[in-house]
């Protein structure tokens, strides 16, 4: 090999390696998906956040479950099944979200997993380092519990949001704060202001908590998903949300086990992968200001089935975020 041909593996338009090697933060190369270095949807995987709309991360933090632990597998999971829905333009939005929004992959939040009372410091302060840097956060997690505070530092920055939740279950058990519990911290999140609960929506409930009390929430169950279409219930989420700043969180047990196998505390009769994506796909008048996704425990999933939905629904926010910056597909060539 010439030197000018090794040259080209650091000018970015090699087809593996794209983490390392792509010297834009836009756009879609051709790429193996089934090997190189992984970062989510083959976006650049760097500390310098210069010039990023969005900003990936993962939280590889699992140890506030109520059963199965094994999310902190998660981030890594979910990175390495984007790589075969990274590949340019997405169905049904016929563009590549990647043309209009500048995205990296920052790696991985640390935190010291001897002493789990510092994870919620650590996340925000790895949350402060990428909002302050006027990106907005995309975050795979990581069990739920990340999300309280995610929305800490979301709300420092943006004021009490609106909490746009999907879910098997309403996690707001009531609960003090020494506690680290995947089910108990957007009771913590309204006790503390930084969820607004009269503008906050949880869809795909289906499981009882200690307290039933909505706290002001709207809460959508997964009986009213099924026997409504994605329309309907969208029109629900926007007369609450109207236009305030909203943090989207989906936890991937939302699905059904049938959908999503590798989580931590599957329920059965949950949403197909379908109805969630058609939900995200029409929340266009939806302000969010930051969304995650959550529970993907890698070691109970089949057949990456879990991964690959959780890597969809994550291409799936892109593309939506990509029209509400102006994004618009090319139409079908008729023949
Ligand atoms: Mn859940």
Redesign the pocket.
């Known amino acids: 090999m010439s030197e000018n041909e090794q040259m080209s593996y650091i000018d970015g338009d090699v087809e593996i390696d794209q983490a390392i090697t792509r010297k834009s933060l836009l756009g879609t190369a051709q790429g193996v998906s089934y090997a190189g270095v992984n970062s989510f949807m083959r976006r650049k995987y760097t500390k310098d956040l210069t010039g990023a709309d969005i900003v990936v991360s993962g939280i590889p933090f699992d140890q506030s479950v109520t059963n199965r632990p094994g999310t902190r597998f998660g981030p890594e999971a979910v990175r390495r099944a984007t790589g075969q829905h990274a590949w340019g333009p997405i169905w049904p939005w016929r563009f590549d979200p990647f043309d209009t929004l500048a995205v990296v992959d920052a790696g991985d939040c640390f935190h010291d997993w001897g002493d789990s009372h510092t994870i919620i410091q650590a996340i925000e302060d790895h949350a402060d380092w990428i909002l302050n840097s006027g990106a907005e956060m995309y975050t795979i997690g990581g069990d ?1 519990f990340i999300a309280y505070p995610l929305l800490k530092a979301h709300a420092r920055k943006h004021g009490p949001l609106a909490l746009l939740q999907f ?3 309403r ?1 707001v058990d009531k609960d003090d704060e020494n506690r680290i519990d995947h089910g108990s911290m957007f009771y913590r999140a309204i006790k503390d202001g930084v969820i607004d609960p009269k503008k906050s929506v949880q869809v795909g409930i289906r499981t009882m908590f200690e307290d039933e009390r909505s706290f002001g929430m709207t809460v959508i169950g997964a009986d009213e998903v099924h026997s409504s279409t994605p329309e309907q219930i969208v029109s629900r989420i926007e007369e609450v949300i109207g236009d305030h700043k909203t943090y989207m969180t989906f ?1 991937i ?1 939302c699905l059904d086990p049938a959908f999503a196998p590798g989580t931590g ?1 599957p329920v059965p009769g949950g949403l197909s992968t379908y109805q969630a994506l058609a939900m995200i796909r029409l929340l266009k008048n939806i302000n969010i200001v930051g969304s995650d996704i959550v ?1 993907v425990a890698p070691m109970y999933d089949s057949n990456e089935i879990t991964s690959n939905a959780a890597a969809l629904l994550a291409t799936e926010y892109f593309c939506l975020r990509a029209w509400q910056r102006g994004a618009r597909g090319t139409p079908m060539i008729e023949d």
């Open positions: 739920h879910d098997a279950h996690d936890d047990d505390t529970e």
